[in-house]
């Protein structure tokens, strides 16, 4: 609960965010595109400039599959900014970025080429030193911003851009931050300590194969949210990517041979076969078929589809336990529903083509797996509570056997002494009978 109170608090942080004392910066630019990198904060050449506002954005058929965007803007600083520390937000955009105010460079995301890495999910602010600009204020020539932004696919995405006085984006700058890297970071590492304490169980109790397929899956989940939290460069960006994005098919494949075997519905070899194939095969797909970050992402947007497929099979196999009264299943269906609901938001922002304040899919999948982990944790509670009052039943009985025993001892007893006692009067009555026999011949 307190996760989603953060969620959607954010979420209402952002949509009542306009930056207070900043100014649109979106109309004006000038556009152009180059195969090569350029010298310092210029493209080589005559480069071809079209004019246009943001947003922008360019496919790899309108860039010419050229790599580098330039972004160029003549402007007077307007009067309620002069003599002020000023800023410039670029938001999320699509690939490494390099700002040049008049000609120098006051500001970078992520690293140009030979070694380019960026993260896309990371927002952009530089600081436009006051000391760079020239005489604005209607006299004499303006001050020239040029953007320059790297993207090995040719595919570019370029948000609207705003300009303030400083600390006017630190809060829209922490939000994006924060729902984009940060809490996916933490998200990892939870996942990974989920999957090894579950493979610790596994290990000690090899025939639970739940506990295997729940730990598989959130070794999976830890990659793929590694790869959306961490903005720091440890290869090739297309790689960091790949390797990412491929486990989150492999999540939804172990996750969905998990449900099967944990409720006993429709718990067929064959068919946990072919879930596990089709998820080694979507995996496999980005391997194949990636050739840098767009296409990455096209086969991503994909397999998401297959993706719902599974939560909606895992949905039907909730609703069915719950119909067995599966005390389980009702926990796990609540962490069902924010999955589903965070995925299908996903997905409608993928098919439309626009960007959201955040992508949600990660945070309803940790969600939901937080629900299986909870209802794991009440399973083995009621578990314990079971075994513990088994264990008292069987001392009862054990106590009651003992009393039965010693019943039976003490019967035994009873009825040795009798038997005993019974001896000594017949002894004593022969010893009579043969006495009154002896005197009777006498008497004869």
Known sequence: MCLLVILFGTQILWAATSPAGSLDFSQGWSVSFSIEPGQGGEPLGSPLWRESNLPFSATREESGESKFLWLRKEFNLPG???????????????????????????????????????????????????GLFKDSEGRGEGDLLLVKIFNESGVFSIPALYIGEAGSFDRIAFITDFLGNQVYLVFSILSLFIALFFLQQYLFQKNQRTDLFFSLANFALFIYFFNMGFTYRLFNQVWLDIIGKSCLPLFFAFLTVFFIEFYGIHNRR?????????????????????????????????????????LLFITYLTIRAIIRKNRYAVIIAVGVFFGF?????????SLVGREPPAWLQGIGIFIFDLSMCFSRAVKAMFTQRELKEYSAEVEEK????????????????SVSDISGHLDEVIMEASNSIEDMSSGTREIS
């Open 80 to 130: 309620e900014l002069q003599n002020r520390e000023i800023a410039l937000y670029l938001g999320k955009i699509s690939g490494a970025a390099e700002v040049y105010l008049n000609g120098s460079l006051v500001g970078s995301r992520g690293s140009m080429p030979p070694n380019a890495f960026y993260h896309e999910s990371s927002p952009f602010q530089v600081m436009l030193p006051r």
């Open 270 to 310: 064959f068919l946990k076969r072919i879930i596990l194939l089709s998820g080694l095969i979507m995996a496999l797909s980005f391997y194949l078929f990636s050739r840098d970050t767009a296409t990455t992402r096209e086969i991503f947007n994909i397999i998401i589809i297959p993706g719902e497929i599974k």
């Open 341 to 349: 609901l965070f995925g299908s938001y996903d997905i409608y922002h």
């Open 398 to 413: 054990r106590e009651r056997l003992e009393g039965y025993i010693r019943g039976i001892r003490n019967t035994s007893q």
